[in-house]
């Protein structure tokens, strides 16, 4: 007779494909570029499942962003990007670094956004 297969703990969730993860982190991409001083920054953009869609935040210093709601990962990198350049940003790009647990090596290209 076969032994019962235990039922699915909580903790194991957090290991299904990003296609089932309903909510939470998803993401992490990488931003650089130049700061409202011309200093050099680098820094991981968070990305986040949401029940509307995805958002995005990152931290430079003191100061928090985090993007508006959108319907896809690209534009809610996108949205971060021009709230940076609202607050005098130059020179960004940025990068996918993590899917879910799995890091990319920095094999991702690059996605430059122009200086508005």
Request: avoid cysteine.
């Amino acid at each position: 007779m076969r032994a019962a297969v235990p039922p699915m703990r909580r903790g194991l969730v957090s290991s299904l494909p990003l296609t089932f993860k309903k909510e939470g982190l998803i993401e992490r991409h990488q931003v650089e570029g130049s700061d409202p001083s011309d200093r050099y920054f680098n820094r991981s953009i968070q990305v986040n499942r949401t029940a509307q869609g995805y958002t995005a935040s990152v931290m430079y210093e003191a100061l928090t962003v985090t993007g508006q709601t959108r319907p896809t990962i690209p534009a809610a990198v996108a949205s971060i990007v021009e709230k940076l350049q609202e607050l005098g940003f130059t020179r960004i790009r940025t990068r996918t670094n993590f899917k879910g647990q799995r890091y990319l090596a920095e094999k991702e290209t690059w996605v430059d956004y122009p200086d508005k």
